[in-house]
C-alpha cells in the first residue's frame, strides 16, 4: 500500500512506543510512558535527517525502533519498501541495512577485542569467510575512516576518543549499510577533535552513498550536517522541515526556544526564553505538551486534543494551534 | 595605588604523580579576578581548568598536589593559611559548583540541610534557623514552593533543580569568589540557559567574582568579559571574550575557533569542510617537549619544539604564549 | 602498592599448593592410604615423618601433600560449578530480563535465604559423604553471589554501546551474551571464584567436622584435621599440619582473590584512584 | 551355675573409686555428662531407646528390674520377690511397698500394668514394645486387637501375675529404662512430657533441651539413706574434644573416653587416677554377607580373620581401649569359652585359604562403614594394607550410622563394619545366629546352620541352667568356627572421673548408665555444696 | 513506608513455600529412616515389628506427593508437624531451641558490629598506616579458620590454660557461657565487616558529595558525621543482613562443639537421626529468621537511604 518514491529509503508511519510503568503485585496501577507517540517520518536517499530534542523526548527510542532494537507499540517502519516488522525481513536483512554510530566511543567497543575482531566478527557473521576477502575489507573500512591498516591488532584503550570513534564508524559501515543511524556522534569527544568525525562523515556519506538519521542537541553540529530537521518534544515531532527553514524560520515556539539558549558569543540579547523543565511524561500535560512552558501558550493551547502537525510551507510542518499568529520573524543574528 | 585583585594566582603548577614519577598537569598558570568580575577559563578535557578550581580551593587530593606558585585570595597567600582558617574561606569566602548535580549532592540527606549546613558552619546558626534560611536560599534560586522543597531528597529534583540546589548551596554565605566547574554540561540547552542566567544575575547583584571552567567556547565568551584558553596545563591565550572569536591569536584558540560548526556559519557559508586541528589531545604523561601545542599545530617550527614560549603581552590587551603568534 | 603484597603473597601460597598438589606423588614418601602402618602409630615429627604420623602409622606429611589435591579438586570443581551455574543464570537473566529475570532472581534469593552450609549438610546427608557428592553440594549451594554479580553486569553491560552495536549487527542473543557479556565481566567474577575457593575449602573442613564431610580412602585435610580433634592434647601435630595446610592455602586464596579484585575489579580501580 | 556368672564380671576391671569402702557423703552435686549426642529426645524415656536418653532416666525412673553392675546381672527391683510357676511362663511378683512416685503416691500394681499396656500401643510404636511383646496378650495389644494385655493380672495393690509367651528369665526385659514404671494416671496427663514424675531417686528439677538436665534428690526413695548427693546435673555433651577441656577444666565430674584420649589420660599422673575400666557387652565386627560370592565360602571368611592382624589395631589404634573377640559372646557372658583362642595372625594361612576357595589372586569388595573412631573407617584404614598382602583390595562405602543400620539389615552391603550388642542374655545374642531370625531382626549374616538352630531351640526348651549354657557355648563355638564376621573385639569402656566422685559402678551394658544413688562426692568437689 | 513493608512481607512468602518444597523434595530421597537411625549406635536394635509400625505411623509408606501435600495442607494451618522423636509438636521443640541461637548470632553479630565496623572505618580513614595494614591482615587470616578450630583453639586458651570462661554449655544463660562461642562464630562476619567497611569509606571518601562537603568547608571529622557514615551505613547494614545468613549456618559447627542448645545442634541431630519434620521445621525457621532480618536491615536501609523506598 505505501508510496514508495524511488528516493524514499526510509518511511516510519504513525510510530508509537509505549512503556508500561508500575504494575504487578502492590506496584500501584499499570501505567504506559508514551516515549514516541505517532511519528511520521520519511529518508530520502543520501540525506541527512537531523533528529532534536531535549533528554527524554523519545528521539533514542525512535531511533532504536528504526534499527529493530525496540518493538513499537503501533505503526511501520519501511525501509526499502519493507516493513521491518514483516517476518521476511531477517535480522541479518535489518543489519546490512541499517547500522548505527554511538555517541559514547569509549563505551561503544567491547575492550576485550581487538580493532581486527570488532570488524571481522560481523563480517563472518554475515558469510563472509575468505580471508582475503575480508581482508581487503577491513584494510578498505579502516582506510575509509582515516586510519592506518595497522591499527586493526590494537585494543581500544590504545586510541583516543577521535580515533576510537573511527573505530565505531568502522564498524557501522563494515556491512555496507544504506541507513545509518548517528548518535549524538561528536558530543563526547574533545572539542578540537569534534570537526574531523563531522568532517569525516559527511565525506563518507558522499563516498559511500549513506543516508544519515542524527540525533544530536548540539544544534550547530545539526545545522551543519542536516537536510532535514525533525524537532522532538513529549515523544513527538513538533516542527519539521528543512534545515534552512527550521534555523532561519523556526515557527514553534519550542524550537525558537531551543535556538535561542544557545549561547551565542555574539549575541547579548535573549528574546524567547522558556522557563520550567520537560513534564513527566507519565503525566503529560493536556493539550499541547508544550503549553505549561511555553511563553505564548494561551488558553486554546490547554484544551485537548493535542494539535496536529499543519503544513505551512512546503515540507514545513509545525504542530501549533497559534502558528499563524506567533510572528515568523527571523532568529538567527548575523 | 590600584585596588588589590580578589584573586591573583602566579605561576601555579599542580603535579600529577603517577608510580613515583611526578608530572606537572598544570605549570605557569597566572590570571587574576576583580572583585565582581567572571573569568572564563576554556579548555579540553585534562587541559588543567578543574583541577587549577579545586587547587584554589585547597581541594587537590593525592595523587595530585600542589607544586608550585601563589594564590592569594584578598592579598592572603592560601597556602600560609591553617587548615582551619582555610576551612573557613571554604564555602564562605570561596565556593563552588560542580559539573554533576546529581553525585555532587549526598543522596541521603534532604537537600534543605544540605543547604542549612552552610549557615550551621559558617554563620554560626542553629539548626532551626538554618532551615529558615535554606528556604529563603532556595527561593533566591528560584526553585518553586521552596518551603516543600526543602524535604526533599536529591533524586526527587531534576538535574536543573539539583544544580539550583548547589548553586543556593554556593551562594549561601554571600561569597567572593564562586567557581563554577562546568555547571551546565550535564544539562539540557533550555535548562542550561536558566542556569546560567541564574549565576549571571545573582552574582551580579551580591557582587560576587565567579571563576566560570567551561568547554564551551560560546558559553564562555557569553558569560565572561576575560577568557583563558587552557591547552595541556597552560593558559596558552589570555584575552577579552570577543577578541578570543574575532581575532583569536594562539594557533590552538584559531583552529578551535574555526572548527566550531557555529550556528548560522552555515547559511553564511554553505556546507563547507570544517577546520581540523591535527592530533589529539597528549595526557599528562606525555606533554610534549617545548610548546605543548607543537606536535598538532600548522605553524610550529624547530624552536617550537625545543624551547617553551613566553608569554607575551598583545597590543590590545591580554597575552598570549606562542613563537609565532599574529 | 599494597595490592601487589596481596598478589605476590597469595600467588606465592597458593602456587606453593598447587605445587604440593600436583607433584605430590613425586614428593610423598609414601601412599597416603595405604602407607599405613601401625606400628608407626603417632610418631611425632622427625627426620623420617617430617610431619609425624597419624593413628594409623601414616606419614602425615605425605598425606597432607595428597590432601592438596583433595582441596583443590574441592575447591576449582566446586567452583567452576557455581560460576558455571551463577554466569549461565545471571547473564541470561540480566539480559533477557522479563519473567526469566523474575524466576532466576527469585531462585537467587531462595538460595541466599538457605545458609549455604546448611543446604550442603542435606545434600551430603542425602548423597552420603564422599568427595563426589561434596562437589555436587558445594558446587550447587554457593552460586547465589555470582549469579547476582552476573546479573548486576549484564544489566549494566547490555546498555553499553558496543553491546548495542553487536544487535545492531545482527548478533543472536546467545553470541551477544558469550562475546559481548561473558569476556567484559569475567574479571569481578574470577575474583568472586578465587574467594569461593577458599570458602569451599572451609567448608569441606566444617562438613567433616559435622561427620558429613570427604570420607577417606581420600586423604582430606578437613577430615584429617576433624578427626584428630580428640588428639589435640596427646598428638597435635596430627591435627596443626593439616590445621596449617587449610590456612595457608584459604589465606593465599583469599590474598589472591583481594589481589585479582584490585586489577581485574574496574570498581575499586576507581577506589584507589 | 550363678557362681559362673559371678566369676566372669570379676573381668570387669574395677580401679577407679568403686570398691573404697569410705563412708558415702551426703549433699553436693553430681555432674554427670551424656556423651552420645547433642540432645535428649524427650523427657517421655518410653519414646527412646537410646543410651543417651537412658542416662538421664536413671535419675528419674525406675523399671521392674534394674541391672546389677557388680553381679553382672539383672535383680529385682521394684517387686520383693517374684515366683516362677512350674511350666516356667508365669510369675507372681509382688511389689515393694516402700515406693513412691515423685508426686508422693505409692506404686501400685495397676501402674506396672498400665505401662506395659501402654508399652504395647501400636499407634505410638514404642521401643519397649520389643520387650513387653514377650507378655502374653502383647501382640493381640499391639495389633489393636484387644484393650489389654491378657497375660497381666492383678491379684491385689502390690501383687500382679505376668504370663509370659516363651520360657525366659524376664530380668533380661524388664531392665532397661525404656519399659520405665510410669504412674499410670498422671502420665495420661499432657503434663507428663514437660515434668516427668518416677519412681527414681531425683525428680526433675530443670531441664534445658540440648543443654543439660538437673534432677534433686527425691527424699521418699526406697533405698534407706540414698541418694547421697543433694542434686545431679547431667550435661549433654556430645564432642569428646569439648568434654575433654570441660573435663580437664573441672567443670563436670565424669567424662567417657575415646581411645585416644584413654591413652592421654592414662599417661597422665594425676587424671589416670580417676579411670574406670569395663568390658561392655558389646561385639565389634565385620559383618560378611554370604550372598556376595566370595564371602558364601568360609575359608574365605576365616582367611580374613587371618590376615588381619586385629592385635596390632588393637594395641596401636584402638590403644587397647578394647578386649581381642574371640568369637561373638564377650567375656562377661555365661556362653564364653576361655578356651578357644582367637584367630592368629597368619597371612600365609589366610593366602592358604583364599587359594583353596579359588581367590589366589583375590578380589575387591566394598566395605560400608560409618566414620566411628572405634568400629569404623578409622578401623578400615588400617586393615586395609592388611588385607592388600593378601590379594585382597577393600573400597570404602562411608555411610551415616542411620544409612548403615539400614542398609545391614536389609542386606545392602558386600561387608560393614559395626558394633553388636551381645549381652546380657547369651541366648537372645545367639539367636540372632538361628536360621529362622530374619536379617531385619538381627542375623545380619544371614547365617544359617541346623546344627546352631537345634542347640538354640535346646537351650530355649531346657530348664537347666548348665545344660543351657553348655549349649549356647557350642553355638557360640560354632560360629567361631563358621566365621561369618571378622570378629575384632569386644569394647573396653572406659570413664573418667574427678577424685571427688565416688560410688560409680562398672555398668557392663553401658558403662554411662549409672544408678546415681549410689553415687556421693566428697568435700573436694567444686560443687560440694 | 507501609506499603513497601508489606510488599517485602509478601515477597518472602514464595520463597517460603519454595524453601518448604524444596526441603520436602531433599528429604524425600534421603536414605535411612528415623526408625533406621535409631540403631544406629548397634546398641539399642530396635526389632523390626516396631520400625514397621514406626515407618507406617510415620507416613514413610506413603507415596512422595501424598506426604507432600500433607505436610502442605499442615503448614497451610501454620502446623509443621510432628517431631518424629521427641513426639512433640515441631513447633514446640524449635521454640525450645530458638533462644540460645537467638542470643548466640545475636551477640557474635554485635561482636562482629562492634569491633569489625569501627576497625574498617579507621583503616579506611588512614589508608596504608600500620592500622590498616594490621587490621586488614587480621581480618584476612580470621576469615582463613576453619570454625571448630578457632573454638576449639579459644576452649583451650580461655577455659583451660587461663581458666577465665567455662569451656562449653549454655549453663544459666549468663554471658560467660556466651563469650567463647560468640566469638568462635564471630570472627569472620568480623573480618569481612571490617573489609567492607573499609571498601565501602574508601569508594564514599571519593564520591563527589564529599568533595561538595568538603567544599563547604567542612573539617573532615564533620565530613564523616554529616555525609559519610550514612551512606557507608546502607553498604554495611546491607552486608549485616547477608551476614546473619552464614553466621546462622556456621552457627550448626559452633553450638555443636560447645554443647550450645540451639536450632544448630538440634538440626544436626535430626538430620544425623532422620527426624525430617524438626529438619524440615529447623531449615524454615532459619530461613524465615534470615528473611525477617533482611526485610528489617532493608527497612532500616529504607529509611536511610530514601531512594529505595520508590525503586
Not at chain 3, 95 to 119: C, E, K, Q, R
Request: net charge neutral.
Amino acid at each position: 500500500m505505501t508510496e514508495v518514491n524511488q528516493d524514499t529509503i526510509l518511511k516510519v508511519e504513525d510510530l508509537a512506543v509505549h512503556f508500561p510503568v508500575g504494575g504487578g503485585l502492590l506496584g500501584g496501577p499499570r501505567r504506559f510512558v508514551h516515549a514516541v507517540d505517532g511519528v511520521d517520518l520519511e529518508l530520502k536517499r543520501g540525506e541527512c535527517l537531523g533528529l532534536v530534542g531535549e533528554s527524554g523526548c523519545g528521539k533514542s527510542t525512535l531511533a532504536l525502533s528504526i534499527l529493530g532494537l525496540q518493538k513499537p507499540t503501533r505503526g511501520r517502519i519501511v525501509v526499502n519498501g519493507h516493513d521491518i516488522a514483516d517476518d521476511s525481513v531477517g535480522r541479518m536483512t535489518r543489519a546490512r541495512t541499517t547500522q548505527m554510530v554511538f555517541q559514547d566511543p569509549y563505551s561503544s567497543l567491547n575492550p576485550r577485542q581487538t580493532v581486527r575482531k570488532t570488524l571481522e566478527a560481523p563480517l563472518r557473521l554475515h558469510g563472509f569467510n575468505a580471508k582475503s576477502e575480508i581482508d581487503d575489507r577491513i584494510v578498505d573500512m579502516l582506510r575509509h575512516v582515516g586510519l592506518r591498516a595497522d591499527v586493526a591488532k590494537r585494543f581500544p584503550h590504545e586510541f583516543s576518543g577521535g580515533q576510537r570513534q573511527r573505530i565505531g564508524i568502522a564498524r557501522a559501515l563494515i556491512l555496507r549499510p544504506q541507513i545509518v543511524v548517528l548518535d549524538e556522534p561528536v558530543s563526547a569527544l574533545d572539542v578540537s577533535i569534534r570537526a574531523q568525525i563531522i568532517n569525516l562523515l559527511l565525506e563518507l556519506k558522499e563516498t559511500l552513498s549513506l543516508s544519515y538519521i542524527m540525533i544530536s542537541h548540539d544544534l550547530g553540529v545539526v545545522e551543519h550536517m542536516s537536510d532535514k530537521v525533525a524537532v522532538m518534544y513529549l515523544g513527538r515531532i513538533v516542527e519539521t522541515g528543512n534545515w534552512k527553514t527550521i534555523f532561519s524560520t523556526p515557527r514553534h515556539p519550542y524550537t525558537r526556544a531551543l535556538i535561542e539558549a544557545i549561547p551565542d558569543p555574539f549575541k547579548q540579547s535573549r528574546g524567547m526564553k522558556i522557563v520550567g523543565e520537560i513534564p513527566n511524561p507519565l503525566n503529560p500535560p493536556a493539550g499541547c505538551g508544550f503549553n505549561p512552558r511555553c511563553p505564548e501558550a494561551r488558553d486554546l493551547c490547554r484544551v485537548p486534543p493535542t494539535p496536529d502537525l499543519e503544513a505551512i510551507g512546503a515540507d514545513h510542518l509545525v504542530r501549533c494551534r497559534r502558528v499563524h499568529e506567533i510572528s515568523a520573524g527571523k532568529l538567527t543574528a548575523p | 595605588m590600584t585596588a588589590q585583585p580578589l584573586l591573583e594566582v602566579q605561576n601555579l603548577r599542580i603535579d600529577l604523580a603517577i608510580g613515583n614519577a611526578r608530572f606537572p598537569a598544570v605549570q605557569d598558570v597566572s590570571f587574576t579576578i576583580e572583585k565582581g568580575e567572571t573569568l572564563g577559563l576554556v579548555g579540553e578535557s585534562g587541559c588543567g581548568k578543574s583541577i587549577t578550581a579545586l587547587a584554589l580551593i585547597g581541594l587537590l587530593r593525592p595523587p595530585l598536589s600542589l607544586a608550585g606558585g601563589t594564590i592569594r585570595f584578598n592579598g592572603k597567600d592560601i597556602q600560609n593559611l591553617s587548615s582551619a582558617e582555610m576551612r573557613k574561606l571554604r564555602g564562605n569566602r570561596i565556593s563552588m559548583i560542580f559539573q554533576e548535580p546529581m553525585t555532587a549532592l549526598n543522596p541521603l540527606s534532604p537537600v534543605g540541610r544540605q543547604i542549612a549546613e552552610m549557615f550551621v558552619l559558617h554563620k554560626g546558626a542553629t539548626w532551626k534557623e538554618a532551615e529558615r534560611h535554606a528556604i529563603e536560599a532556595l527561593a533566591s534560586v528560584r526553585v518553586p514552593a521552596p518551603d516543600r522543597r526543602v524535604k526533599d531528597y536529591p533524586h526527587q529534583l531534576s538535574g536543573g533543580m539539583r544544580q539550583r540546589v548547589m548553586i543556593a548551596i554556593a551562594l549561601a554565605c554571600g561569597p567572593d569568589l564562586l567557581l563554577a566547574d562546568e555547571p551546565t554540561t550535564a544539562l539540557d540547552v533550555t535548562v542550561q540557559a536558566e542556569i546560567l542566567d541564574l549565576i549571571r544575575e545573582l552574582s551580579a547583584a551580591k557582587g560576587t567574582a565567579v571563576l566560570m571552567i567551561s568547554h564551551d567556547l560560546g558559553l564562555i565568551a557569553n558569560m565572561c568579559r576575560r577568557v583563558g584558553v587552557m591547552y595541556a596545563g597552560r593558559i596558552v591565550e589570555h584575552r577579552a571574550a570577543e577578541d578570543i572569536f574575532r581575532t583569536p591569536s594562539h594557533p590552538y584558540t584559531k583552529g578551535l575557533v574555526a572548527s566550531l560548526p557555529l550556528l548560522g556559519a552555515r547559511a553564511q557559508h554553505g556546507q563547507k569542510r570544517l577546520q581540523e586541528i591535527e592530533g589529539v589531545v597528549p595526557p599528562v604523561a606525555d606533554f610534549p617537549v617545548g610548546c605543548r601545542f607543537n606536535p598538532r599545530c600548522y605553524a610550529a617550527t624547530d624552536v617550537c619544539h625545543v624551547d617553551d614560549p613566553a608569554v607575551t603581552e598583545l597590543r590590545h590587551g591580554g597575552y598570549v604564549r606562542c613563537h609565532h603568534h599574529d | 602498592m599494597k595490592f601487589r603484597a596481596n598478589l605476590l603473597i597469595g600467588g606465592a601460597l597458593f602456587g606453593l599448593v598447587v605445587i604440593a598438589g600436583l607433584f605430590a606423588p613425586l614428593l610423598a614418601h609414601t601412599d597416603p592410604v595405604m602407607g599405613a602402618n601401625l606400628m608407626n602409630a603417632e610418631l611425632p615429627p622427625d627426620t623420617e615423618f617430617w610431619f609425624g604420623t597419624d593413628a594409623q602409622g601414616r606419614d602425615i606429611y605425605s598425606r597432607v601433600l595428597h590432601g592438596a589435591r583433595i582441596s583443590l579438586t574441592v575447591g576449582i570443581v566446586s567452583q567452576l560449578i557455581n560460576t558455571v551455574i551463577g554466569v549461565c543464570l545471571g547473564l541470561s537473566a540480566g539480559y533477557w530480563g522479563g519473567w526469566w529475570d523474575d524466576f532466576v532472581s527469585g531462585l537467587t534469593n531462595l538460595m541466599l535465604a538457605i545458609p549455604s552450609l546448611i543446604f550442603a549438610l542435606a545434600i551430603m546427608a542425602i548423597l552420603n559423604p564422599g568427595l563426589t557428592s561434596l562437589l555436587i553440594a558445594l558446587g550447587l549451594t554457593n552460586w547465589s553471589f555470582t549469579c547476582r554479580l552476573a546479573r548486576a553486569s549484564a544489566l549494566s553491560l547490555k546498555s553499553q554501546g558496543y553491546v548495542q552495536a553487536a544487535k545492531v549487527l545482527g548478533y543472536s542473543d546467545v553470541r551477544i551474551m558469550l562475546t559481548q557479556l561473558l569476556p567484559n565481566m569475567l574479571g569481578p567474577i574470577i575474583v568472586i571464584g578465587t574467594l569461593g575457593m577458599g570458602g569451599a575449602v572451609l567448608a569441606e573442613a566444617s562438613l567433616s567436622f559435622l561427620g558429613l564431610g570427604i570420607r577417606p580412602p581420600y586423604p582430606s585435610w578437613g577430615s584429617m584435621l576433624s578427626d584428630a580433634r580428640d588428639q589435640i592434647t596427646t598428638a597435635p601435630w596430627i591435627s596443626i599440619f593439616p590445621g596449617l595446610a587449610i590456612f595457608v592455602t584459604v589465606l593465599g586464596l583469599n590474598l589472591l582473590g583481594d589481589g585479582l579484585r584490585d586489577i581485574l575489579d574496574p570498581q575499586s580501580r576507581t577506589r584507589r584512584a | 551355675m550363678l557362681k559362673k556368672l559371678f566369676i566372669t564380671t570379676a573381668i570387669a576391671l574395677v580401679m577407679g573409686g568403686v570398691a573404697e569402702a569410705q563412708t558415702p557423703r551426703k549433699g553436693g552435686t553430681i555432674r554427670f555428662t551424656a556423651p552420645y549426642g547433642s540432645s535428649f529426645a524427650n523427657l517421655d524415656i518410653h519414646t527412646s531407646n537410646r543410651a543417651q536418653d537412658e542416662i538421664w532416666a536413671k535419675a528419674i525412673h525406675r523399671s521392674l528390674y534394674n541391672w546389677d553392675a557388680k553381679a553382672g546381672k539383672p535383680v529385682l527391683e521394684l517387686a520383693k520377690s517374684a515366683t516362677a510357676s512350674e511350666d516356667g511362663l508365669t510369675y507372681t511378683f509382688k511389689l515393694r511397698d516402700d515406693a513412691y512416685f515423685h508426686n508422693g503416691r505409692k506404686l501400685n500394681a495397676d501402674d506396672i500394668i498400665w505401662t506395659f499396656n501402654h508399652l504395647m500401643d501400636g499407634a505410638k510404636a514404642y521401643p519397649g514394645a520389643r520387650y513387653a511383646r514377650m507378655i502374653k496378650g502383647g501382640v493381640e495389644v499391639e495389633k489393636g486387637q484387644a484393650k489389654t494385655i491378657s497375660g497381666l493380672k492383678k491379684i491385689d495393690d502390690s501383687t500382679f501375675e505376668m504370663t509370659l509367651t516363651e520360657k525366659v528369665d524376664p530380668g533380661f526385659y524388664f531392665w532397661t529404662a525404656t519399659t520405665s514404671i510410669y504412674p499410670a494416671e498422671e502420665a495420661q496427663k499432657d503434663s507428663f512430657a514437660a515434668n516427668p514424675i518416677g519412681l527414681g531417686p531425683y525428680k526433675l528439677a530443670e531441664y534445658v533441651p540440648g543443654s543439660r538436665l538437673v534432677a534433686e534428690r527425691w527424699d521418699k526413695f526406697y533405698k534407706s539413706g540414698q541418694p547421697y548427693a543433694d542434686k545431679v546435673a547431667i550435661m549433654i555433651m556430645g564432642e569428646a574434644s569439648a568434654r575433654d577441656v570441660a573435663f580437664r577444666n573441672k567443670e563436670i565430674d565424669a567424662s567417657i573416653l575415646g581411645p585416644a584420649q584413654y591413652v592421654a589420660y592414662k599417661g597422665d599422673p594425676e587424671l589416670s587416677k580417676g579411670l574406670l575400666e569395663v568390658a561392655e557387652v558389646y561385639t565389634r565386627v565385620m559383618g560378611m554377607n554370604p550372598t556376595f560370592k566370595p564371602f558364601a565360602d568360609k575359608r574365605v571368611r576365616q582367611a580374613i580373620n587371618y590376615a588381619i592382624d586385629t592385635d596390632l589395631i588393637i594395641k596401636r589404634l584402638v590403644k587397647d581401649k578394647a578386649y581381642r573377640a574371640t568369637s561373638w559372646l564377650p567375656p562377661t557372658s555365661p556362653g564364653f569359652d576361655k578356651s578357644v583362642k582367637p584367630y592368629s595372625y597368619d597371612p600365609e594361612k589366610a593366602k592358604k585359604l583364599l587359594a583353596e576357595a579359588g581367590y589366589a589372586n583375590g578380589f575387591e569388595f566394598e566395605w560400608t562403614a560409618t566414620s566411628n573412631e572405634s568400629w569404623g573407617i578409622p578401623i578400615v584404614e588400617a586393615v586395609i594394607p592388611m588385607l592388600e598382602k593378601v590379594g585382597i583390595k577393600v573400597k570404602i562405602k562411608p555411610v551415616e550410622g542411620s544409612v548403615l543400620s539400614e542398609v545391614v539389615s536389609k542386606g545392602e552391603y558386600q561387608a560393614f563394619i559395626w558394633s553388636l550388642s551381645t549381652g546380657p542374655d547369651p541366648q537372645v545374642a545367639l539367636k540372632c545366629f538361628h536360621s529362622k531370625t530374619p536379617q531385619t531382626a538381627c542375623n545380619y549374616t544371614l547365617f544359617k546352620n541346623e546344627q546352631v538352630d537345634k542347640l538354640l531351640d535346646d537351650a530355649g526348651a531346657t530348664n537347666d541352667q548348665a545344660k543351657k549354657v553348655d549349649d549356647l557355648t557350642k553355638v557360640n563355638n560354632i560360629v567361631f568356627e563358621e566365621a561369618p564376621y571378622w570378629f575384632f573385639n569386644y569394647n573396653k569402656a572406659v570413664m573418667a572421673h574427678q577424685p571427688w566422685l565416688k560410688g560409680l559402678q562398672p555398668n557392663a551394658t553401658e558403662l554411662a548408665i549409672q544408678n546415681y544413688e549410689e553415687m556421693w562426692v566428697d568435700e573436694t568437689s567444686p560443687a560440694a555444696k | 513506608m507501609a506499603a513497601f513493608l508489606l510488599r517485602r512481607t509478601l515477597q518472602t512468602l514464595p520463597i517460603l513455600l519454595a524453601v518448604a518444597l524444596l526441603i520436602f523434595l531433599l528429604f524425600s530421597v534421603i536414605p535411612g529412616t528415623f526408625a533406621s537411625s535409631m540403631s544406629d549406635d548397634g546398641r539399642s536394635v530396635i526389632d523390626a515389628q516396631v520400625m514397621e509400625r514406626m515407618n507406617k505411623e510415620f507416613g514413610f509408606n506413603d507415596p512422595v506427593h501424598v506426604r507432600f501435600g500433607k505436610y502442605v495442607a499442615q503448614l497451610a494451618q501454620l502446623d509443621l508437624g510432628m517431631s518424629f522423636r521427641t513426639r512433640q509438636p515441631v513447633a514446640k521443640v524449635l521454640a525450645e531451641r530458638m533462644w540460645p541461637t537467638f542470643i548466640l548470632t545475636l551477640a557474635s553479630m554485635i561482636f562482629a558490629i562492634a569491633i569489625g565496623v569501627p576497625l574498617g572505618f579507621i583503616a579506611a580513614l588512614r589508608p596504608g598506616s600500620w592500622v590498616d595494614t594490621v587490621s586488614m591482615v587480621g581480618a584476612v587470616s580470621g576469615l582463613s579458620l576453619p570454625k571448630f578450630w578457632l573454638g576449639l583453639m579459644l576452649m583451650y586458651l580461655f577455659a583451660l590454660v587461663l581458666g577465665w570462661l567455662p569451656s562449653f554449655g549454655y549453663g544459666d544463660g549468663g554471658l560467660r557461657y556466651l563469650i567463647l562461642p560468640s566469638i568462635a562464630l564471630g570472627v569472620a562476619p568480623l573480618a569481612l565487616l571490617a573489609r567492607t567497611t573499609r571498601a565501602a569509606v574508601l569508594e564514599i571518601m571519593n564520591a563527589d558529595f564529599v568533595r561538595t562537603a568538603r567544599s563547604k568547608g567542612m573539617s573532615e571529622r564533620k565530613v564523616v558525621q554529616w555525609h559519610l557514615a550514612r551512606n557507608a551505613l546502607v553498604i554495611v547494614l546491607t552486608t549485616i543482613g547477608l551476614q546473619f545468613g552464614t553466621v546462622i549456618g556456621q552457627a550448626v559447627v559452633v553450638e555443636k562443639l560447645f554443647a550450645w542448645p540451639g536450632l544448630g545442634s538440634l538440626l544436626v541431630d535430626s538430620v544425623t537421626l532422620r527426624d525430617i519434620p524438626v529438619v524440615q521445621g529447623a531449615i524454615l525457621l532459619i530461613v524465615l529468621s534470615f528473611l525477617v532480618i533482611n526485610t528489617l536491615v532493608d527497612v532500616l536501609c529504607a529509611i536511610i537511604d530514601p531512594r529505595i523506598k520508590y525503586s
